[in-house]
Structure formats: C-alpha cells, structure tokens
C-alpha cells in the first residue's frame, strides 16, 4: 500500500516529500506535519511524546515506591492529583498540544455496603465487623443487633429519631432499649494507608428484625478523606516534594 500510496501522488506530480513539514513551536519544540489531499494538516506526534496508557494500582504504597523508584520520566516535574476518596493519579506537565500526560492511576479497593437498604441481623452482624473499622459506636449497634428478642420492633413512642427494641441482657431476662441514634461510623471508604474518616449515620430497624443505615453528613467525610490521603503523600514524598519534582493537589 505504500507503494501504491507513493505512485499515485507521483502521478498528481506531488513529491511526498513535500507533504511533510516541520514547524517549530512558541518553545522550540519540533513539530511534524503532513497534508492530506484537501490541503489539511495533521500532526505526526512521536511514540515516546507521552505514555500511551498508565500504569494501574490499588494502593499509596505502590504509587509512593513507583515515585520513588524515579525510573521514568528523570528530571521531569510532577503532579500528583488526589481526585477523589479512592482515585489519585500522576500526571505531567502541560504539554504543548496542552494535554497532560498520566503515568499511574492508584484506585483504592473498598468494600461495598448498601447504605439505605434493610439487612437481616445475620447480614448486618456480619457487615459491622468486616466493613467497619472498630468504634464505640460499631459495638454499641453490634450488641443491640445481637441481641435482639423480639422480631417485631415498637412503633409506639418512635419519634423519628428514637426507636425501641427488646433486647436480651442476661439467660433468662430482656430489657427494652432504645435504638441509637445517630451514630458515629468508620466504613472502609478509601485507601487502607490512611485513616478512615468517621461520618454521622442514621440507624432504623423494622420487623423481621431487620435494620439500616443511612449517611447523614452531606458527604463531608468525602473532604476528610481527601484531606488524609493528602497529608499521607505528603510525608511520604516529603523529599521529592521539596526539591520540587512532586506536587501534590487536592
């Protein structure tokens, strides 16, 4: 094809040669064109200008030792962007088409919860230890969910915030509690490097027993997580930082 690409503009009297132009930029950088056959130009950008695709991980661990392994990209300046709870990614400086190249993207791996959906007392037992990290406020639910009697739960006196239960205090008696409200939780929702930002839940339980948990904080513990994946880069990377090779930003 390359043959027949070079015999048919020899035969427009067009030298392929003269399709191909190189230009340099406002910085000095060299930039190659060629025309197609309506006169337009289209840049030929070089393989090595920029990585045809990141590098993926699943932790701050591994994207610190990548940074500082400084096996790629020598000498360059770099940005370090905490997008959100669960993704950062390594990126260049802007470059002269001013698109950014991206070397790794670090996604964290968290377990999922359904916030808002009932659960069975197995399934939330079961949940509270291996999705939350441990507070006061996590054993306080796991003991009133344990111990419940009864599988139906009062709605007499339910205000909207108080609910009560009957729970079982000792072989042979029960007491009614109320169901606490809100409470203070830690799920796993971001990097396991860093700490787990605690947030406001809402706890309700129904007949069955069966109970759930809403988020009641807006979503605030979002920036908190930020924030701490954010001072982790920090001191981690402190030496790069300072000699102005990272930057980080969130």
Do not use: C
């Amino acid at each position: 094809m390359i043959k027949e690409a070079i015999k048919y503009l020899t035969e427009l009297g067009i030298n392929p040669a003269d399709r191909v132009i190189d230009l340099n930029d406002y910085e000095g950088n060299k930039r190659t064109f060629i025309l197609n056959d309506e006169g337009m130009p289209k840049e030929i950008k070089p393989l090595n200008n920029r990585a045809l695709e990141p590098l993926h991980i699943n932790t701050l661990t591994g994207l610190v030792n990548y940074i500082k392994a400084n096996i790629e990209r020598f000498g360059y300046q770099l940005f370090l962007q905490v997008y959100d709870e669960k993704t950062v990614s390594l990126k260049g400086t802007l470059q002269y088409d001013g698109g950014r190249e991206t070397l790794v993207i670090a996604n964290a791996i968290t377990p999922k919860f359904s916030y808002g959906h009932y659960l069975d007392s197995e399934e939330l037992i079961i949940a509270f230890q291996s999705k939350f990290t441990k507070t006061a406020d996590r054993d306080l639910l796991l003991k009133v969910v344990g111990n419940v009697k009864e599988e139906n739960v009062r709605q007499t006196g339910d205000n909207g915030v108080s609910q009560a239960v009957t729970i079982k205090t000792g072989i042979a008696s029960a007491d009614d509690v109320l169901v606490p409200n809100p409470v203070t939780l830690a799920p796993y929702r971001t990097f396991l490097e860093v700490e787990q930002p605690s947030s406001d839940f809402i706890f309700r339980m129904k007949n069955g027993p069966s109970g759930a948990i809403y988020e009641a904080d807006g979503g605030a513990w979002r920036n908190q997580a930020i924030v701490n994946v954010r001072e982790y880069l920090a001191a981690e990377l402190a030496d790069e930082i300072e000699t102005g090779r990272i930057t980080v930003i969130a």
